[in-house]
């Protein structure tokens, strides 16, 4: 503050710990001009030098303000000061008052969730001035910005609250505000969380079942995102969630259902909720893998649409009236013992393979509506096949009907129930299409063998769909 020249006529602003005072020592206008020093406990944290018309070209001394920042005054030996001699017109020292500018400054407080850094809606901000004890409350439901209005040389205390929220709050002031200007502060608030701690059983041993998946859901809020846990060792899924809010809690095993449980957080005094989970083995995949078998180049022969109007049972009904065109192409030329074994092989086959494989596949879509009414999502993989006979393309294309025929066939099941389950996407049906590509290299792709490029029981095998994976969606 002190300089080797002169510091005269201090005056302190205690509202604003600001100290006042002139100097003829400092690059100035001329003469003595006005200075502020700004105080932070005993220390000087900054100063500066007054504006005209407060400073002029002449010595201007013993400023005073206010506490309500809104007047000053000043002596000063400037023009327009009264005089005694024309010949020394800046002799004397007149009073000025000075109607200090009024300052426009408010407060724009922004609530946040600590948690997620999202906009909080439905705050409370309450805005203190800490001389007075005056308050200001403002609840917003609709936005997470506050403003109030501020005046210069005060200490605020600031809160934001919210129910199920921990607040938060900050203490500022106005002592150097010196344009007018918004003051901007971010109250960031954390949920005051519980903790969720969730495990899995297996339903029918009661044992714990390691490797579930768990996923918990804010119905309330169905914005926020889905919190999922794998635990590959364990048993045991800790989450934290909110007070005051309704989750749906998901669990589920790859050969297990999902179960679910709700909870309720609204009342919840503790600090710890626990949900036992007992998930049932999903009876579906005893039926993995379920083949089913297709005539030669069926269904819709030489055509090369991927898709199909037509049922399964409609193109196993013409499969298995086939049956003595196999036989009798299949045992052509054979010696009495190969034809006795080979006529085993074939009615074994068309038996147990391809009628018994819809036999198979009718229980289980008795099992699969079971689960879809229990409220279990389903989604089921198949894949096409086809014997090497045509070329590569052909039988990709050929593959993707015979999925269809299978889906159709699911679709008009007991008329037609599942068809709600498909629309709402409960049901889910995947499909694979491999052609001929994992046919076994020693079936016959020779056009003019017959025996053995359609009639053939090696043949007969890869004219197929497969459902290789049913799984239970979270």
């Keep these: 503050i002190n300089t080797v020249e002169d510091e005269i006529t201090p005056f302190y602003h205690k509202i604003s710990n600001t100290l006042y005072y002139s100097s003829n020592g400092k690059q100035g206008f001329g003469g003595f001009d006005i200075y502020a020093a700004k105080f932070l406990a005993d220390a000087v944290v900054e100063q500066y030098h007054l504006d005209p018309p407060t400073n002029s070209s002449y010595n201007d001394i013993y400023y005073i303000m206010s506490d309500d920042f809104k007047k000053g005054f000043l002596s000063s030996n400037r023009e327009g000061s009264l005089y005694l001699d024309k010949l020394l017109e800046s002799c004397c020292y007149d009073i000025y008052e000075l109607v200090l500018k009024e300052l426009n400054v408010n407060l724009v407080a922004i609530t946040y969730d600590k948690l997620t850094g999202l906009d909080l809606l439905g705050s409370t901000v309450t805005l203190v001035d800490m001389v007075t004890g005056k308050e200001v409350v403002i609840k917003n439901d609709t936005s997470n910005i506050f403003t109030f209005p501020l005046e210069r040389g005060k200490t605020y205390f600031l809160k934001a609250e919210k129910p199920f929220y921990l607040p938060d709050s900050t203490i500022f002031n106005t002592n150097d505000i010196r344009t007018s200007q918004d003051i901007v502060k971010r109250l960031f608030l954390q949920p005051d969380l519980i903790t969720l701690d969730v495990f899995t059983f297996d339903d029918a041993t009661k044992e714990a079942l390691n490797g579930a998946t768990v996923v918990v859901e804010d119905l309330t809020d169905p914005s926020r995102p889905n919190l999922i846990k794998v635990n590959e060792l364990g048993n045991d899924f800790k989450f934290l969630i909110e007070r005051g809010k309704s989750y749906r809690i998901r669990a589920t095993k790859d050969g297990y259902s999902v179960e679910t449980a709700l909870i309720d957080t609204k009342g919840v005094t503790g600090g710890n909720i626990r949900k036992d989970l007992y998930l049932r083995k999903l009876n579906l995949n005893a039926y993995l893998n379920l083949d089913l078998f297709f005539d030669n180049d069926h269904p819709d022969p030489r055509t090369k649409t991927t898709s199909t109007t037509k049922r399964y049972k409609t193109t196993l009904d013409a499969y298995l009236a086939r049956k003595p065109e196999f036989e009798k192409n299949y045992l052509s030329g054979l010696s009495s013992q190969a034809r ?135």
């Design 340 to 474: 006795q074994k080979s006529k085993e092989d074939l009615d074994n086959f068309f038996m147990n393979e391809v009628k018994g494989g819809f036999d198979t596949f009718n229980l289980f879509l008795v099992d699969l509506f079971d689960e879809l009414k229990r409220g279990q999502r389903i989604e089921i993989t198949i894949k096409g096949f086809a014997s090497p006979r045509a070329d590569l393309k052909y039988n990709m294309v050929l593959a993707q009907r015979r999925i269809n025929t299978l889906r159709n066939e699911m679709m008009a099941y007991n008329g037609g129930v599942l068809q709600p389950y498909f629309k709402s996407n409960q049901l889910i049906v995947n499909q694979i299409s491999f052609g001929e590509e994992l046919a076994p290299s020693d079936i016959s792709d020779n056009i003019n063998d017959r025996r053995g490029s359609v009639y053939s029981i090696k043949a007969s095998k890869q004219r197929k769909v497969e459902i290789i994976s049913i799984k239970a969606k979270l």
